[in-house]
C-alpha cells in the first residue's frame, strides 16, 4: 500500500513539541528557582523596610514625642541581646574612644589620675606615678572644687575627666580640696601623654624570688613584662613569680607576646576557632625563650580571664611553670571591632581559644556562675570555690603531666586565699547591702589616718582604738551597722581598712607589702620556689602537691571537642 501522503510542516510542529515543553518548564522551574533566591533577599529587605516603616509611624504617630535615633538603638540592641552573648556589644563612639583610649592603647593626653565619685564630689582615688598630677603633690582624698573656672560639685566624673583631658602640652587649671586645709588650692598643670601601666611594680624576695604583677593585657604588657624580669634579674632573681590573678585580659596579640618571652621557638601558644575561616589561627613563639630553665610560678584565680589564660594555659600546656591558686574565670571567645558609620563599633564573637593541647578556654555561663554551698568569702571580699575537677575532662601536656579542660584553666596546685568563719560571712554579707557607703567610709577613714600619721610605714597595724574610732564614724557617712554585725566582721573590716590606707600612703606597692604576710597563694608560690634551680624541679614539686584525678574521669574526646566548638559547616 501507498503510504499516506504526509502534510507539509507537521512533523516540524511535532519535532517542536517536546523541545518548547522542555523550554517552558525549565523557564517556569528555574524562574520559580531563581525566584526562590531572589524572594530569600527581597525577604530581608522587606524586614529591613518593614523596621524603617514601623520608626517612621512611631515618631510621626505615638501619643508621645519619640526620639527616632533612640529607637534605633533600641533596634540594635535587640540585635545583640538576641545573641545571648555577654561579649558582643555595639559601642556608640564615644565609649569607643574611651575604650581605646583606656583599654586598647593605654595612653591618653592628661594630667595623670584616678578618680571617682565620693561624697556627691569628684575625688582622687590616687595619682599615677611620673605624671603631673603626682608632681605637682595632688593626694588620695583631694576632691576638685573648680575645673577651668567651672564649679566641679554639679559634675559627673565622666564630665570632669573629659575636661581634664586634652592635647598634651596644653595647660588646665584646677582648684583642689584637701581634708585639713579651709581654702581651695589652685593648681596648673601641663598635660602629657599618659601611659597606663600593665606591671605597675616589680619586687624582690627573699630566696632570689622575683615577683612581677601583670595587671592587664595592653599593647605594651610584653614590653613592660620582659623590662621588669630583665630588671630583677639585674638584681639577682634566679626565680620569677608572674602574677594574673585579677587580670581581667585584653589584646589577644598581646597575649601571644607576654608567653613568647617564657617559649622555646616555635611551641604553640593558642589556636582561634571560628566560622569564618580568617578567624581560624595558630599562634606560636617566634623567637627563643628569653629566659630558659629559669624556674617559675604564675598564679591565677578566677579574676583571671581572657588574654590571661591564654597565657597561664600556653605556659602550663608547654610545662614552663607551675600554676598555683584558683581555676580561672574561662572566658575563652574572641572579639572583633568592626568599624561602622558615624565612629560607631560594633564588637563581636567570632572565635574562641583553645590552649596548645586542644582544651577550650571558654566556660559556660551557667558553669562560670553556679555556686554551691562550698563556696566562701575571703578576707579581700571574693568568693572562693575551691577544688573544682569533678566532671573534667583529662588532658596531657607536652611532656605527659595531667591537666584538665572543660573551661577556665585549672591550676597544678589549689590555694585557697584566706577565708573568712561562717559568722565572720554573715556579718561581711550585711556589710554588703551598704557597699556602697561602707567603701565611702573605708577611703574617708583612710585618708583621715594617713594625714595624721605621717610616719606611717609599711607592716603597720591599726589598733582596737582606731577601729573602735571608725566604728563610731560610720553614722556620718551614712552606714548603719549593728554592734555586734561589726565586732564579728573586725577581721574583715581591719584588712580592708589597713590595705585602703597603704594603697594611699605609698600606692599599689606599698599595698602589696602590706598584704604579703596574709597572701596565702603568694606564700604558697614562694615555698614552691625555694631551693629549685630548674623548671623541671618546680614542676616536679608541683606535682607532689597537685589534687587527686577524681574517680572516673575521662580523656578528652577530640571528636568531642571539636563538636563542642560550634563551628557551622558550610553547604554547597
Known amino acids: 500500500m501507498p503510504e499516506p501522503e504526509k502534510k507539509p510542516g507537521l512533523s516540524v510542529r511535532k519535532s517542536l513539541v517536546v523541545p518548547l515543553l522542555v523550554v517552558a ?43 527616632k535615633a533612640r529607637l534605633y538603638n533600641s533596634a540594635i540592641d535587640g540585635i545583640i541581646q538576641d545573641l545571648h552573648d555577654p561579649y ?118 627573699p630566696d632570689s624570688i622575683g615577683y612581677v604583677p601583670l595587671q592587664s593585657v595592653l599593647e605594651s604588657s610584653s614590653s613592660e613584662v620582659k623590662s621588669a624580669v630583665d630588671s630583677l634579674r639585674g638584681l639577682g632573681m634566679k626565680r620569677l613569680i608572674l602574677d594574673l590573678r585579677g587580670n581581667p585580659g585584653g589584646l589577644l596579640d598581646q597575649g601571644v607576646a607576654v608567653s613568647d618571652l617564657f617559649l622555646a621557638k616555635g611551641r604553640g601558644v593558642v589556636e582561634t576557632r571560628g566560622r569564618a575561616q580568617d578567624q581560624n589561627a595558630k599562634y606560636t613563639a617566634s623567637h627563643p625563650d628569653d629566659y630558659p630553665g629559669m624556674p617559675m610560678v604564675v598564679l591565677v584565680n578566677g579574676g583571671s580571664a581572657s588574654a590571661a589564660e591564654i597565657i597561664a594555659g600556653a605556659l602550663q600546656d608547654n610545662d614552663r611553670a607551675a600554676l598555683v591558686g584558683e581555676s580561672t574565670f574561662g572566658k575563652g571567645l574572641v572579639q572583633t571591632l568592626y568599624q561602622l558609620s558615624g565612629g560607631n563599633v560594633l564588637r563581636l564573637t567570632t572565635a574562641r581559644w583553645y590552649t596548645p593541647v586542644g582544651r577550650s578556654i571558654n566556660k559556660s555561663s551557667k558553669a562560670r556562675f553556679s555556686q554551691s554551698s562550698s563556696d566562701a568569702l575571703s578576707l579581700s571580699g571574693q568568693l572562693v570555690s575551691g577544688v573544682d575537677l569533678v566532671g573534667r575532662p583529662l588532658y596531657k601536656s607536652e611532656d605527659g603531666r595531667t591537666l584538665y579542660g572543660g573551661g577556665g584553666i585549672a591550676p597544678d596546685v589549689f590555694v585557697a586565699p584566706e577565708v573568712l568563719t561562717h559568722a565572720e560571712e554573715s556579718a561581711v554579707r550585711g556589710l554588703y547591702k551598704q557597699a556602697g557607703a561602707f567603701t565611702v567610709a573605708l577611703f574617708n577613714f583612710a585618708v583621715r589616718y594617713v594625714s595624721t600619721h605621717p610616719k606611717l ?51 599599689q606597692r606599698g599595698a602589696f607589702l602590706q598584704e604579703l604576710p596574709e597572701d596565702h597563694q603568694l606564700l604558697a608560690a614562694e615555698k614552691l620556689l625555694q631551693s629549685t634551680r630548674t623548671e623541671a624541679d618546680v614542676l616536679r614539686k608541683a606535682e607532689a602537691l597537685a589534687p587527686p584525678v577524681p574517680a572516673g574521669a575521662k580523656a578528652a574526646d577530640p571528636t568531642a571537642e571539636a563538636a563542642a566548638s560550634d563551628r557551622p559547616r558550610n553547604h554547597t
Open 457 to 507: 610605714e609599711p607592716g603597720f597595724s591599726i589598733s582596737a582604738a582606731d577601729l573602735s574610732a571608725f566604728y563610731r564614724a560610720l553614722p556620718q557617712w551614712k552606714v548603719e551597722v549593728d554592734a555586734a554585725d561589726f565586732r564579728h566582721a573586725r577581721r574583715f573590716v581591719r584588712y580592708q581598712l589597713e590595705r585602703e590606707i597603704a594603697n594611699q600612703a605609698w600606692g
Open 88 to 205: 558582643s556589644s555595639f559601642m556608640p563612639a564615644k565609649a569607643y574612644e574611651n575604650l581605646r583610649i583606656q583599654g586598647i592603647e593605654g595612653d591618653y593626653g592628661g594630667i595623670g589620675l584616678e578618680v571617682t565619685e565620693r561624697n556627691g564630689r569628684v575625688t582622687v582615688v590616687s595619682p599615677i606615678p611620673g605624671t603631673p598630677a603626682e608632681r605637682a603633690g595632688i593626694r588620695a582624698g583631694d576632691q576638685f572644687y573648680q575645673i577651668e573656672g567651672q564649679a566641679a560639685d554639679t559634675m559627673t566624673t565622666d564630665e570632669a575627666v573629659a575636661m581634664l583631658r586634652g592635647k598634651p602640652g596644653t595647660d588646665v587649671s584646677v582648684k583642689m580640696m584637701r581634708p585639713g586645709v579651709d581654702q581651695p588650692i589652685p593648681f596648673t598643670f601641663t598635660r602629657e601623654v599618659i601611659r597606663l601601666k600593665a606591671v605597675p611594680f616589680a619586687v624582690m624576695l
Open 25 to 67: 518548564v525549565a523557564a517556569l522551574s528555574g524562574g520559580w528557582f531563581l525566584q526562590r533566591g531572589v524572594g530569600r533577599a527581597q525577604n530581608v529587605y522587606v524586614k529591613a523596610r518593614l523596621l524603617q516603616e514601623v520608626a517612621d509611624r512611631v515618631e510621626s504617630s505615638y501619643v508621645d514625642t519619640v526620639d
